[in-house]
């Protein structure tokens, strides 16, 4: 078996020296500590991958893998114990009963610790697994180093993991540096500007600009910690998938995606109620929790800001390396996905763990936190007939979640593990329908045990009360939770080349590109009917049932599985990147056909994932609009002015049309921004590995004697979405700032509407197209050479890969974002609501 | 100079036996009679194009061209007799007089007259021009037959004009036996609904159903009468080109555009205007011209049916075969576009005449005659306090438009005629600015002398009368008239490559197809914003300004100069087809080049076109919906129910909302569905030319021996258009209807906004990146091969092609059919407004 040399192995031979002591430490080492390197010092004294060698020397990596779980504890151990101090100083004056074992304070916390603890045991699991690779091919060669040769790899494999832990490492703190910035800005104009708008009661003010900069600093957290252990579990995955069956690389993935999820669901609903409990020190009389709530938006807006930059920046990092790394490898000069010559692939790679891990944690963390604040702030007048555990009741669903879904989670590691490659899309399918289906039960008896029996909420519109029963609740939850997993179905429907859609898509490609693009984009759109209808009738349903607290309930129905939901969402990019490593490390062809197989399965159940999320985003930003008119109206009231929106929000207002329209061009406006910042930075990297290609000829040889610098590429891929993410967050977050201050709440309202309709669809088609895309060039790739499709590197391959690289913008960049653009805009608008209606009594600065 | 054979030459050489007295008798005839074949006949008898041959012998041309004329009176005159019949019967019984000369009845009927005279007239300057070729090549050549050959040359182009005409009119005539099935079928639904609706007042649904037959006449004229038209001189355009100078030819696809401009404007408001004036002898006294107006409305939902089954028939057999053609013709085989061995390239041409032409046609006409209706129906209570002149001032408006296009046209033919290739653009875009400029002072005129001082209207919302003054009116049409121009501008920046968008669009396509559709689809997203930003401010201008009545007043002034808009769009289309039939004929390159020019500057003019088109059908669609929730609102204060809509239209009643989000799905519905069939026409197309290829070795040869099999791709275009157009119509007729007999007013409400949002956004995004892909390339091709973008035949205009290729159904099927959509919804609703009221009070048979 003759094969060529790649970059990586001209630096693995170099290695080889050192490797025999490393190797003896690698094996001993386990527990907590990873292994990896564990006395491995110097070891980038050699010339390595050329990654950034002049910082890296003299640390070790053992170091280094401390000081990545000691950060962990930095950002996230702080906060919590400054909040929980802070409960348990207090909490003797609040009505908090230690008696009171089933009360939601206990059930709440109790699943938020019993979360965390859960991601820490899925986590020294994973850490369990030396990083080494087992050598099991080395029997077929003899003489020279081969990638078969387990140290060789072995070396190859830590440097592999090191070089994307650093990439994403300095780029998450770049990523952060300018959201901190933006955070500290954002919090003293909310502090001034909530202030002045509730005639100065800077207890509202700060109270709201705390909880803005504790959502900001728990969705950094999220999109940190994410990273961290997708890149720390990439590499484990790699090496289990070296392991004979199934069941070893994908419990290593999905448990990957569990500590993600559950850590990051614990400490979403432990940081707001902690908080929450913290208010309530200020504000004990059930009369007074309504500000409460208000104050709580911040937390959800805090959420919703850092995803907004985290996903736009991850989207386009990540997307710019890939279709980068697409145009010039794949389509340009023929080199497989990966290949460790391709000067861009490092970046991809890095791109995987800062977009699709830690964009994607900030946006669920920050759409679950909108949809509690939403449910909160609509339902706070259930506390004066209810209670404190009553009002609470949307968190207490949260809580609920989580054990269902730890519970849910052992079908997959322990009573049906996988065993087959058919087996890995039914384990991440049987998830998502068991935990919905174990969530309605759990949610009926959640709402008899907090809710009372009968409960009165005031009515969005007209002067009427609304009453309503825990089952009434109930259901609007499980609406939401069935709807989610409709859509899920039906996105998969779209995107998976196992069903019609994607096929004809395949088919389409025999006609070249531009059929491909066409059928594509067509696809796309038609994926839009039957989610809409879907959506339109669990709005319907909870709208009529329980007024806008039932839209709100929805809502967190949608995302009650959200810790089963992220497993999954972390768990794809997990073995994309896997498979990234086998192929870099150039390990035996199975490995790579094992991790791909995983990340076919994820990219299906990622599509599911995806349309969890676009139909939740629509029934917050619904919700949050809902109390965004319940605010306003209460604003005008208290002011003894004209109650406004009395009679509803009338679409027959010339303000509230027009901004309707101008609402509807946001989306398209924000996905034309990203998308060509993606095309930019695309061709800025096309650019910049032609000119490696260019200026070292033998790159490209069979046995390269020359080796990429990667870091141009990863410099490229930083600056430019450090560069690009800034202008989309901008429109969007001033958008409706300066619409609420200028033209009042009227044209606010057209605006959020307007937005939402736009958004949904522009969303779930944006998505779909992509992902489907996506699939039927893997179709086209799994075909052979002789039958209909003609496999890899067809000419109908080559259209595939066009329509593959026009979706990766669509459905990892602009697709995405358009949730986070809804919710955002809405979380925003009802955060300053009364300081809109402060200017004119609603009617804006021109007061038109 | 060698040059290969063309399947074409074949058949002229075999012609070169008649051609003698053809070319005799072509020469001297003149007048109305077209000198095309005046005595040609048999000649069909030779082997021809392949063309139907079978069907066509012994047939003339002369014949074809009297029959074609016979056919427009046909179908125009009968209807206008018997309008004006009516009218003149029973006139003496309304209050019109003959003494008052400036009565608004004489200066709509005056300016209609006119209209149709002057179309006449431009259409007898055209048919002067001989179909004969100049030969000024033939001293170039000796010997063999060749191009320039002038009488094969002649003989290759009336094949090539009867092959068109023979295509067009064979899908017309197919196109239509549909509608005309759907009319009748619907007329008799309008009937019996209509009827029941009203408490079987039988008059109303009489009356309804007739002007909707009416409108769909009116309608499918308009096409027949464009196509005709535009086929009638395409031929004549090509050979003016041959001669020197940029006069002749400008000026000759110039009239043709103006005879369909002036003829559908003429006929459209006589007719609606007869119909009204008829109407009134039924319900003379004031205070019943509200029911003339509803009724009055079928004449709108009639335009806009045709319009619908016009644009997308006609749309999907344009770009099928321009679709096909362009896959295997230039990407498959690099034969340039037109070329003649393309079997595909006569249903190419033959789809410019039905799609672009007719499709267009009808479209507009739709836009014009629901634009009045909304008017009509919203202001029908001028006529109470200000009398008949009063009422119909939205047509007069319309009348004025016609003498202002007239007027400025002579601009373009004789103050300024078109002296060099930089003339063209800068011709056609002074007519759009200078009626625009003219229409001001005019509309103003007119209001001052048809409208009242002041006059009341009652307020769309609430209790309130609006008081409004005739410069008020004025202002609104003229906002109307200025944002079209603004839209259209905008428009031209980001399709024309003169500027920096397509110029960005041609750069990324160095980095191949991929990054050229990323940067398309953004371009067009991009697009979006300053037009809606336009759009809105004129609907909060003349909302504020004059409520409902003033935003169908500003959609009037979008369509003020609809004549020029017309002659503009139609001029496209005509140089287009010119220059293929130049190609196909193969007359001397210059001869190409020339028409190339004078299509590119239409190309860019047709965006503005475009720009007008979609504006005046957001705000027709809006002012449709005004007169709907008007209509229900007095249905209800009739039936004494409770008043519907009272104060306005709330978003947040559940089913509103959720409508609101099904009618956002729509247009991205009815996007896929047009352009799947596109690409599954376009496959199919692919197929069959590719199987020529295959079975016909030869066909491609330097000096092919065999001859394509045009008819074959006719017969695929015709057979899918009429095939796929149904789905797309169904729905959007159905969706309506059905929403509002079941779930009832609010939830049509809702549909109707979100469709609007939607289809507006969708609209604009899809025709500008189809303009703007299809200008990038051709900016490329503009290129020297050494240049920076390569030019023909590079990789970089491959990139580029695929980008045309994917723009085609873009602009040309869904895009502009989108207007259509939101439109036809609209007053489909406004029709059925009191039997949708008369379910269950506005509740649907669901009665949610």
């Known amino acids: 078996m003759s094969r060529r040399k790649s970059p990586l192995e001209l630096s693995s031979e170099a290695f080889q020296g050192q490797i025999d002591e490393q190797q003896a430490s690698a094996t001993t080492s386990s527990g907590i500590l990873p292994p990896i390197g564990a006395s491995q010092g110097g070891n980038r004294s050699g010339p390595g991958l050329g990654l950034g060698s002049d910082k890296a020397d003299g640390k070790t990596l053992a170091m280094k893998a401390r000081r990545g779980l000691s950060r962990i504890c930095k950002y996230i151990l702080p906060p919590i114990i400054l909040v929980l101090g802070t409960f348990t100083i207090f909490s003797p004056s609040s009505e908090f009963t230690k008696d009171d074992v089933f009360s939601a304070t206990t059930v709440i916390f109790g699943a938020a610790i019993l979360a965390l603890v859960w991601a820490l045991l899925q986590f020294l699991i994973i850490a369990r697994i030396p990083v080494q690779s087992n050598g099991a091919g080395v029997s077929e060669e003899t003489g020279l180093v081969s990638s078969t040769d387990s140290?060789?790899?072995?070396?190859?494999?830590?440097?592999?993991?090191?070089?994307?832990?650093?990439?994403?490492?300095?780029?998450?703190?770049?990523?952060?540096?300018?959201?901190?910035?933006?955070?500290?800005?954002?919090?003293?104009?909310?502090?001034?500007?909530?202030?002045?708008?509730?005639?100065?009661?800077?207890?509202?003010?700060?109270?709201?600009?705390?909880?803005?900069?504790?959502?900001?600093?728990?969705?950094?957290?999220?999109?940190?910690?994410?990273?961290?252990?997708?890149?720390?579990?990439?590499?484990?995955?790699?090496?289990?998938?070296?392991?004979?069956?199934?069941?070893?690389?994908?419990?290593?993935?999905?448990?990957?995606?569990?500590?993600?999820?559950?850590?990051?669901?614990?400490?979403?609903?432990?940081?707001?109620?902690?908080?929450?409990?913290?208010?309530?020190v200020h504000y004990p009389a059930p009369e007074q929790w309504v500000y409460l709530t208000e104050c709580l938006t911040g937390y959800g807006l805090g959420g919703s800001s850092i995803a907004m930059f985290g996903r736009v920046g991850g989207g386009i990092y990540t997307k710019a390396a890939d279709v980068g790394a697409d145009l010039v490898g794949k389509v340009v000069h023929g080199i497989p996905e990966d290949d460790p010559r391709n000067p861009a692939t490092i970046a991809d790679n890095v791109g995987d763990n800062v977009g699709d891990v830690a964009g994607m944690g900030s946006d669920l963390f920050g759409s679950f936190a909108e949809a509690t604040c939403a449910a909160l702030v609509i339902g706070n007048s259930i506390g004066l007939t209810g209670g404190w555990d009553a009002m609470v009741f949307p968190v207490v669903v949260s809580a609920v979640g989580i054990v269902v879904c730890m519970l849910c989670s052992f079908i997959a590691t322990h009573i049906s593990p996988v065993k087959s490659e058919a087996g890995v899309e039914t384990a991440l399918k049987v998830q998502l329908i068991s935990t919905t289906v174990l969530m309605i039960p759990s949610v009926i008896l959640a709402a008899k045990a907090f809710l009372p029996n009968s409960f009165d909420l005031k009515a969005t519109v007209g002067n009427d009360m609304v009453t309503l029963t825990p089952i009434e609740a109930a259901l609007c939850v499980i609406m939401g939770a069935i709807g989610g997993l409709t859509i899920g179905l039906i996105t998969e429907?779209?995107?998976?080349?196992?069903?019609?859609?994607?096929?004809?898509?395949?088919?389409?490609?025999?006609?070249?590109?531009?059929?491909?693009?066409?059928?594509?984009?067509?696809?796309?759109?038609?994926?839009?009917?039957?989610?809409?209808?879907?959506?339109?009738?669990?709005?319907?349903?909870?709208?009529?049932?329980?007024?806008?607290?039932?839209?709100?309930?929805?809502?967190?129905?949608?995302?009650?599985?959200?810790?089963?939901?992220?497993?999954?969402?972390?768990?794809?990019?997990?073995?994309?990147?896997?498979?990234?490593?086998?192929?870099?490390?150039?390990?035996?062809?199975?490995?790579?056909?094992?991790?791909?197989?995983?990340?076919?399965?994820?990219?299906?159940?990622?599509?599911?994932?995806?349309?969890?999320?676009?139909?939740?985003?629509?029934?917050?930003?619904?919700?949050?609009?809902?109390?965004?008119?319940?605010?306003?109206?209460?604003?005008?009231?208290?002011?003894?002015?004209?109650?406004?929106?009395?009679?509803?929000?009338?679409?027959?207002?010339?303000?509230?049309?027009?901004?309707?329209?101008?609402?509807?061009?946001?989306?398209?406006?924000?996905?034309a921004m990203t998308m060509k910042s993606v095309g930019l930075a695309a061709m800025e990297?096309?650019?910049?590995?032609?000119?490696?290609?260019?200026?070292?000829?033998?790159?490209?040889?069979?046995?390269?004697?020359?080796?990429?610098?990667?870091?141009?590429?990863?410099?490229?891929?930083?600056?430019?979405?450090?560069?690009?993410?800034?202008?989309?967050?901008?429109?969007?977050?001033?958008?409706?700032?300066?619409?609420?201050?200028?033209?009042?709440?009227?044209?606010?309202?057209g605006l959020l509407v307007g937005s939402l309709i736009a958004s949904v669809q522009l969303a779930i088609s944006m998505s779909n197209s992509g992902g489907a895309w996506d699939n039927a060039k893997k179709y086209i790739e799994k075909a052979a050479p002789d039958s209909d499709l003609q496999g890899k590197g067809s000419d109908i391959h080559k259209a595939a890969v066009?329509?593959?690289?026009?979706?990766?913008?669509?459905?990892?960049?602009?697709?995405?974002?358009?949730?986070?653009?809804?919710?955002?805009?809405?979380?925003?608008?009802?955060?300053?609501?009364?300081?809109?209606?402060?200017?004119?009594?609603?009617?804006?600065?021109?007061?038109?």
Chains 1, 2 share one sequence.
């Not at 870091?711 to 300066?738: F, G, N, Y």
């Not at 949730?819 to 007061?847: E, Q």
């Open 493 to 671: 429907y779209y995107t998976s080349h196992t069903y019609k859609p994607v096929r004809e898509l395949a088919d389409a490609c025999k006609t070249g590109a531009a059929t491909n693009m066409i059928y594509g984009i067509a696809l796309g759109y038609k994926s839009v009917i039957i989610p809409v209808i879907v959506l339109a009738s669990v709005i319907y349903g909870s709208f009529s049932l329980c007024d806008m607290y039932g839209v709100s309930l929805a809502a967190i129905g949608f995302l009650s599985n959200l810790a089963t939901g992220l497993t999954i969402d972390v768990y794809g990019p997990v073995c994309d990147n896997a498979g990234g490593i086998a192929e870099m490390a150039e390990l035996e062809p199975y490995v790579r056909d094992k991790t791909d197989a995983l990340d076919a399965a994820g990219n299906t159940t990622a599509a599911i994932g995806k349309g969890f999320a676009i139909g939740s985003a629509a029934l917050v930003s619904l919700a949050l609009f809902g109390a965004f008119v319940t605010r306003i109206r209460n604003a005008s009231a208290e002011a003894g002015a004209e109650e406004l929106f009395l009679n509803g929000v009338n679409m027959l207002e010339p303000l509230t049309f027009a901004f309707l329209i101008i609402g509807g061009m946001i989306p398209f406006a924000f996905a």
């Open 685 to 749: 990297m096309v650019m910049e590995v032609q000119r490696q290609f260019d200026e070292k000829p033998h790159l490209l040889d069979e046995n390269p004697t020359e080796r990429p610098d990667y870091d141009a590429c990863i410099a490229i891929s930083t600056k430019a979405s450090l560069r690009e993410m800034v202008p989309p967050a901008t429109m969007v977050i001033l958008t409706p700032l300066l619409t609420g201050i200028f033209f009042g709440v009227n044209a606010v309202s």
């Open 151 to 280: 140290e060789a790899t072995t070396a190859r494999l830590i440097e592999i993991y090191e070089a994307i832990y650093e990439g994403a490492e300095s780029f998450l703190r770049a990523e952060y540096s300018v959201c901190a910035l933006f955070v500290i800005c954002f919090a003293a104009v909310i502090f001034v500007l909530i202030s002045w708008g509730t005639g100065w009661d800077t207890a509202r003010g700060f109270f709201t600009s705390f909880s803005f900069v504790l959502g900001a600093i728990t969705s950094m957290a999220s999109g940190y910690l994410g990273m961290k252990v997708a890149v720390y579990s990439n590499v484990r995955t790699t090496i289990s998938a070296q392991k004979p069956g199934w069941t070893a690389c994908f419990n290593t993935a999905f448990r990957a995606g569990a500590v993600m999820g559950f850590a990051l669901c614990g400490l979403g609903i432990f940081m707001l109620y902690a908080t929450m409990l913290a208010f309530r």
């Open 802 to 848: 066009v329509g593959d690289t026009v979706g990766d913008p669509f459905k990892d960049t602009s697709g995405p974002a358009l949730n986070i653009v809804m919710k955002l805009m809405a979380v925003l608008s009802l955060v300053f609501a009364d300081t809109f209606y402060a200017f004119n009594n609603g009617g804006g600065i021109f007061n038109l």
